[in-house]
Nanobody, 120 residues
Framework: QVQLVESGGGLVQAGGSLRLSCAASGRTFSRYNMAWFRQAPGKEREFVAAITITWNGGSTRYADSVKGRFTISRDNAKNTLNLQMNSLKPEDTAVYYC???????????WGQGTQVTVSS
């Protein structure tokens, strides 16, 4: 089992950047495939980015809406998942969640979320 805690959200102007982090408890973080999802008000939760299990950092995939602007990474030594978000747009406004699980798109563990608000 793993517990996840997100941080780094906030208010930023369009075109700005934010870096989200997800701290994982336990000693098995490196065994989990990890991902970021988001949920905007009135909308369903949607996939943002994912990274697989590998000792070298993992292969990645992105939603088309964030490709080229967001970068997912993991630090297995620090039990941390990151999401670097650049060129933010108002439509990126949402609560962002990190998730852990056996494989994309199946995730068993979720954090409580962190709010990201992008003003125009």
């Amino acid at each position: 089992q793993v517990q996840l805690v997100e941080s780094g959200g906030g208010l930023v102007q369009a075109g700005g950047s934010l870096r989200l982090s997800c701290a994982a408890s336990g000693r098995t973080f490196s065994r989990y495939n990890m991902a970021w999802f988001r949920q905007a008000p009135g909308k369903e939760r949607e996939f943002v980015a994912a990274i697989t299990i590998t000792w070298n950092g993992g292969s990645t995939r992105y939603a088309d809406s964030v490709k080229g602007r967001f970068t997912i990474s993991r630090d297995n030594a620090k039990n941390t998942l990151n999401l670097q978000m650049n060129s933010l747009k108002p439509e990126d406004t949402a609560v962002y969640y990190c998730a852990a699980g056996p494989a994309y798109p199946s995730y068993d563990y979720w954090g409580q979320g962190t709010q990201v608000t992008v003003s125009s």
